[in-house]
């Protein structure tokens, strides 16, 4: 998933749920400045990473929060080797393991208290299994997940598009996506996320393919 700043990885779509040569359609008739991004940018190639487990992928992304990707990925190593597993720790898992403790893997207080409720909520039903999660409407999901500490909007709408591949998705806080948008609709300024989402609403049911659209802007020559 892309992170605040970070550019976004753009691969090949595959398994997504949804229509792509309609969303393209359906867009490219709504709004003619974005069916002009989406000609210069080519091809839709988002594709959706395996969702394992909600647990995992939040805690994961707790992890990942405000660091760099070799940092966050040997802080992960270090808590999942506390817990003895190759993959995340279960929920007893963190648990059973003490702040301190998952502090000596490198973890600010605030993500291991993070991570503890997470599996505090993971075990009392409020992160959802994967069965009951895939039946779920976008905003009960969010509404959900971040009732948890240290999950945002922000980080449920990644976990929307790049795991689940939910079609109707604008993460209009999302920096890279406003720095694209104001490339791709000629803009001096970043807009306002309430602008972005205003303009998104004739992009619905498929806010998910302008979003990518919009993040490819920004890697477009001039």
């Not at 709504?30 to 959706?48: H, I, K, N, V």
């Not at 080797?81 to 502090?103: H, I, K, Y």
């Amino acid at each position: 998933m892309p992170g605040e700043g970070r550019s976004t990885r753009f691969r090949a779509a595959a398994g997504l749920p949804f229509d792509v040569r309609r969303a393209r359609r359906t867009l490219a008739a709504a709004d003619s400045e974005l069916a002009t991004l989406m000609r210069r940018a080519g091809p839709f190639r988002l594709r959706t990473n395996d969702l394992h487990s909600p647990m995992s992928a939040l805690g994961e992304a707790i992890i990942y929060q405000q660091l760099t990707g070799k940092a966050a990925a040997t802080i992960l190593g270090r808590v999942q080797a506390l817990a003895g597993r190759r993959g995340f720790p279960t929920a007893e898992d963190l648990r059973a393991l003490s702040l301190p403790r998952l502090r000596s893997a490198g973890l600010s207080r605030a993500k291991a208290e993070a991570l503890k409720d997470l599996a505090a909520k993971t075990l009392d039903g409020t992160v959802p299994r994967m069965a009951r999660l895939r039946r779920m409407e976008d905003e009960e999901i969010i509404e959900r997940l971040t009732s948890i500490r240290g999950i945002g909007r922000w980080t449920v709408e990644m976990l929307l598009i790049f795991r689940l591949g939910r079609p109707d998705v604008l993460p209009a806080t999302d920096y890279g996506l406003r720095k694209g948008y104001a490339r791709a609709f000629g803009l001096a300024e970043l807009p306002a996320p309430r602008a972005i989402a205003e303009r998104g609403e004739r992009w619905k049911p498929f806010r998910t393919m302008a979003s990518w659209y919009l993040w490819r802007a920004v890697e477009l020559p001039d």
